[in-house]
């Protein structure tokens, strides 16, 4: 009888991916309440704290095998606070916040565009939730959440300190533009690198160019320099990367005919 009862640990090491997930809903949480209180710079790093506990919590689940549907559900609810809702409430308070003083119209704009974003990043989740396992895991469908987020928040950081001596009120209609471009690229059927491999297992999976490889001590070296315009640099190129690869593969063919 005793020999037919489950393991006693094999329900407790489901905290540990668990727990990654809550610290990055944490850090999205606090992102949010510090937006409120116009502490901009820690609001934007506490949202690239939360992306690398996402990056961490799926893969600590495949390594010791505690993947589960509680999991998926769970980590997409945490990504709608850490990348929808917080980038948008902080780059509303810090800069879409401002188009009130160019009019009512224009203050309303505001908030209908910071919320465009949190409901474009619901929609971007939902469907990745209902594709997984149908499309390819070497692309993204849209921009994937998290590197919108980036995007946003990098935009901010670069800013938010004053060394370059622009304000958020001063880039309010920059930033109305890059909240409006990060919206529609994260529901768009553009494909984005995953950098995830084929998915196919072996050792072909994992692969990735050498360039790529070398990119990363290159990035690291400059994120020591300079972080946040070093992130500001590598979300625009990435969000650029989608588009530019769309259209060089559509005008590609027609370069090849006869």
Known sequence: MDLQRPPPRSRGIYLLPNLFTTCGLFAGFYAIIAAANSQFTAAAIAV???GIMDGVDGRVARLTGT???FGVQYDSL???VSFGLAPALVM??????ALKFDGGT???????VAFLYAACAALRLARFN???????KRWFVGLASPAAAGLMMSFVWAFADGELGWSGEELRYVALGVTL???????SRIRYWSFKGSGEGGARADRV????LLAVPVVIAMLVIDPSRVLLVVGVLYALSGPVMALWQRTRPSSGTA
Not at 106 to 112: D, H, K, L, Q, S
Not at 130 to 136: H, P, Y
Not at 181 to 187: E, F, T
């Open 48 to 50: 690239f704290v939360a």
């Open 209 to 212: 160019p050498f360039a790529a």
């Open 181 to 187: 471009c990060a919206a529609l690229l994260m529901v």
């Open 67 to 69: 993947s589960s549907a």
């Open 78 to 80: 945490a990504d709608l």
């Open 130 to 136: 209902t594709q997984v396992g149908i499309v390819d």
């Open 106 to 112: 224009m203050g309303r704009v505001g908030w209908a």
């Open 92 to 97: 509303y308070h810090w800069a879409l916040s």
